[in-house]
């Protein structure tokens, strides 16, 4: 009799285990599972807490496309000290007139980690602190563990700040659920929207940048 129960036991927590296991995977979208296990993604990091790291993580995304440029480079175009109330909106529109094209994102955790698995790091704004004490920080998406459920963050003074899915989205969404990628003209997103794409080809040119507006629609008809 002992071994039967101490038998049932084992199956009941055998069966609990598998159903957490189902359990936290079916918490993942779809979409997430079909994803790459793990990436992780190289690239230029510039540190640093002042503005909300707006300048430091827009020069590390300009970086990447191959840009010289520095966060203290930026900060006089992007109006600092002084404008950073408009500093999402100035970070767009200087990032144009380096001639990238900057397009927004659906804000859900799978149109930001679709493109992370792409190769294309997204630059996101989410909400840093606690119920005592929080404000908006941007931040470079870079990788994610899709086993662990975690996201990495180049963001404020760390190279690799970790956060599970369920805190990330909360501290996006809380932020405004803001999130772009910065490409060059020829370079197309993952999955692209063609209508966005060609919207975010027209803001470039709308910022003087004809050329390299071109270039984007273009690059939308050749694929």
């Known amino acids: 009799m002992v071994r039967v129960m101490s038998g049932i036991r084992s199956l009941m927590l055998a069966i609990g285990c598998v159903a957490a296991l189902a359990g936290c995977a079916g918490s993942v979208a779809p979409e997430v599972r079909q ?16 503005n909300q790291s707006g300048p430091q993580v827009l020069a590390s995304m300009l970086s990447q496309q191959g840009i010289v440029i520095t966060p203290g480079l930026l900060e006089k175009p992007l ?8 500093l999402q909106q100035n970070m767009q529109n200087l990032a144009r007139e380096y001639g990238m094209v900057v397009y927004p994102l659906d804000g859900n955790l799978s149109a930001l980690l679709t493109q992370v698995a792409a190769g294309y790091p997204v630059m996101v704004r989410f909400t840093e602190g606690s119920a005592f004490w929080a404000e908006p920080r941007y931040a470079i998406l870079a990788g994610y563990n899709r086993q662990k459920q975690t996201v990495l963050l180049r963001a404020g003074m760390n190279r690799r700040l970790l ?24 370079q197309l997103p993952a999955k692209v929207d063609g209508p966005r794409w060609l919207k975010a080809a027209n803001d470039l040119g709308q910022a003087g940048q004809e050329q390299a507006a071109a270039r984007a629609s273009k690059a939308l008809q050749a694929q």
Not at 166 to 186: C, M, R, T
């Open 79 to 86: 109006k600092l000290p002084g404008a950073e109330a408009q």
């Open 163 to 186: 956060m599970d899915f369920n805190s990330f989205e909360s501290a996006f969404k809380d932020a405004g659920g803001w999130a772009v990628l910065i490409q060059k003209p020829n």
């Open 35 to 50: 994803l790459p296990e793990r990436v992780e993604l190289n690239g230029t990091f510039y540190r640093g807490q002042a």
